[in-house]
């Protein structure tokens, strides 16, 4: 690998701009935003740095080519070209995962067939051994992602995503991904250093990724990267992170904060604190059964309010009616004063019927859905102007209680 070398992060539609501020924090050098990721430069230490210690990043991808690529040939024969015997040895297994974008071909399998045939041939003439595929724990990820007539190769520095931190024993019903969960932080300006209430924590995954913040905890700390078991860089990698690791591990931090969540739901608050205790976070964050509509008295005088309250179609709730009369009735509850409230929302009827208008907003998606990410801010005296506009959106405004929408109310 030369001594600096192009990569390409992938992360959620709509949180790019976090991702480039985060690089940028990480030493990456002429950072270029695009549609669902963030191009750079970076050094092979850089590199690794990113892996260690990105919170939004989802893959980092070595790009190999892209390449005109017209039917099954076509396909086959593009992959044939790329030079494997540099990346691949006969004892180095491998995986293609493949993905499709306006093709002619309908299934992603077919294409990676196709580029696994034309990897394993082109090893065989070249080298006179095939190497095998081991599509659980490959040393070297190939991602390949046809977009019409275009082949694109890369190399997954990472191989499993990065949002596998290692801490998710009990999923629960609609998780966020750990790493929009991460941007969803960065964006509403958390730094670890503000006391920080989930009311609706789900599985816990916005509260964890908090409680590593505030530890100032790198978030690929208990995970490897495919990268250290590739052929001609691995054993370099594999010593240039386990210096960064010791360097993470020493200097973590004590949480001066507190970090609270409530659920209603029994099992989701079972899965939540199987999920911190597996994150090594149970001293860190407290968690209890409770209605977000009816909040308690929180920790601090401030902080942030952080939650992703149901949507209605993933989580039944009687309908849209019935999400209305709840997100009124949230929006009085989390109206408490000197606390800024951030909420994810993938149901537009939120926004109506909380009755506070948002100072900053961004659309992104979480997973297929079309989601809003709304911020509020402080209720009552505490009302210093904290949040200032984000990325592409509006111009800030103030938070005016708006007619309240009575239950059933629909929007006019
Ligand atoms: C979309 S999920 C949150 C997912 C969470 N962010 C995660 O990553 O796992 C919404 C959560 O709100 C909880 N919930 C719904 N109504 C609630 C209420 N009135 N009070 C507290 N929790 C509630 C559900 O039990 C569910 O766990």
Redesign the pocket.
């Known amino acids: 690998m030369a001594e600096r070398i192009a990569l390409f992060a992938t992360t959620t539609r709509g949180t790019e701009d976090l991702l480039a501020d985060e690089l940028k924090e990480l030493g990456a050098r002429r950072i270029r935003q695009d549609r669902g990721g963030v191009r750079f430069m970076a050094s092979l230490d850089e590199a690794l740095k990113v892996c260690l210690w990105s919170r939004i990043a989802m893959r980092v991808l070595y790009p190999l080519g892209a390449f005109e690529a017209r039917g099954a040939q076509g396909l086959y024969d593009a992959a044939r070209g790329v030079p494997w015997e540099e990346h691949l040895t006969p004892t180095t297994t491998f995986a293609v995962d493949a993905t499709l974008k306006d093709s002619e071909h309908s299934h992603s399998g077919f294409v990676a067939l196709k580029v696994k045939d034309a990897i394993v041939d082109r090893m065989r003439d070249v080298v006179g051994t095939r190497p095998d595929v081991d599509t659980k724990n490959p040393d070297v990820s190939v991602v390949a992602h046809l977009s019409r007539d275009t082949l694109s190769l890369s190399l997954d520095l990472c191989g499993e995503p990065l949002h596998r931190r290692g801490y998710r024993v009990r999923p629960?019903?609609?998780?966020?991904k750990e790493t929009l969960?991460a941007a969803i932080l960065r964006a509403a300006r958390y730094t670890g250093d503000e006391a920080l209430v989930?009311?609706?924590?789900?599985?816990?995954?916005?509260l964890i990724e908090a409680g590593m913040m505030a530890r100032r905890r790198a978030p690929g700390l208990n995970r490897d990267f495919a990268v250290e078991r590739w052929p001609e860089l691995g054993a370099r990698a594999k010593e240039l992170l386990a210096d960064m690791r010791a360097d993470a591990r020493r200097d973590e931090r004590k949480v001066e904060v507190p970090l609270w969540g409530?659920?209603?739901?029994p099992e989701?608050l079972d899965a939540a604190q199987r999920n911190v205790r597996a994150a090594r976070l149970s001293e860190e964050i407290t968690l209890a059964e409770?209605?977000?509509?009816k909040l308690p008295p929180l920790p601090a005088s401030s902080g942030l309010i952080l939650?992703?309250?149901?949507?209605g179609d993933?989580?039944g709730?009687g309908g849209q009616k019935g999400m209305k009369s709840?997100y009124y009735k949230l929006g009085e509850s989390l109206r408490v004063p000197g606390w800024r409230v951030w909420v994810l929302s993938g149901n537009p009827a939120f926004e109506s019927a909380f009755h506070a208008r948002p100072s900053a907003r961004r659309d992104l998606m979480n997973g297929p859905i079309d989601c809003t990410l709304l911020g509020y801010r402080p209720s009552g005296g505490g009302g210093e102007d904290s949040e200032a506009p984000l990325g592409a959106s509006h111009e800030p405004v103030d938070v005016a209680p708006v007619r309240p929408q009575h239950e059933g109310e629909e929007d006019r």
């Open positions: 629960t019903v609609a998780p966020l969960a989930d009311p609706m924590c789900g599985s816990g995954t916005l409530f659920d209603k739901d989701a409770g209605d977000a509509t939650t992703n309250p149901p949507y993933r989580i709730t709840f």
